[in-house]
């Protein structure tokens, strides 16, 4: 089970913090953050490998966006920073479970576990 917090109502230029807490025993899976706004479809935004070594960003969020892992934890937290209007959607994150630990994959087909999203807004 995955779940998202940290979502918000935010300024423009502001930052949030969200995080994805995966149940279970600490596992070291790959994990996706996506987004999607009203009207849009699903938009893989980051990634970030099982063992950490590789983190990947869209076009629209590199720069600003940046994901890191809590492996004792096991929570993959996504730090929102310099917030735009055209980022406010729900973002989720998904979870692939596999042996792998290098690989990271922002297609949402290749992920096989979500959770239910935490809202993000982003106002002038």
């Known amino acids: 089970q995955l779940v998202e917090s940290g979502g918000g109502l935010v300024q423009a230029g502001g930052s949030l913090r969200l995080s994805c807490a995966v149940s279970?025993?600490?596992?070291?899976?790959?994990i996706g953050w996506f987004r999607q706004a009203p009207g849009k479809e699903r938009e893989g935004i980051s990634c970030?490998?099982?063992?950490?070594?590789?983190?990947d960003y869209s076009d629209s969020v590199v720069g600003r966006f940046t994901i890191s892992r809590d492996d004792a934890a096991n929570t993959v937290d996504l730090h929102l920073d310099t917030l735009k209007p055209e980022d406010t959607g729900i973002y989720y994150c998904?979870?692939?479970?596999?042996?792998?630990?290098?690989?990271?994959?922002?297609?949402?087909?290749?992920?096989?576990?979500w959770g239910q999203g935490t809202q993000v807004t982003v106002s002038t």
């Open positions: 998904a979870v692939r479970v596999t042996n792998r630990q290098d690989l990271c994959d922002r297609r949402a087909l290749w992920f096989g576990f």
């Open positions: 279970g025993p600490p596992s070291r899976y790959p």
């Open positions: 970030i490998s099982g063992n950490g070594d590789i983190a």
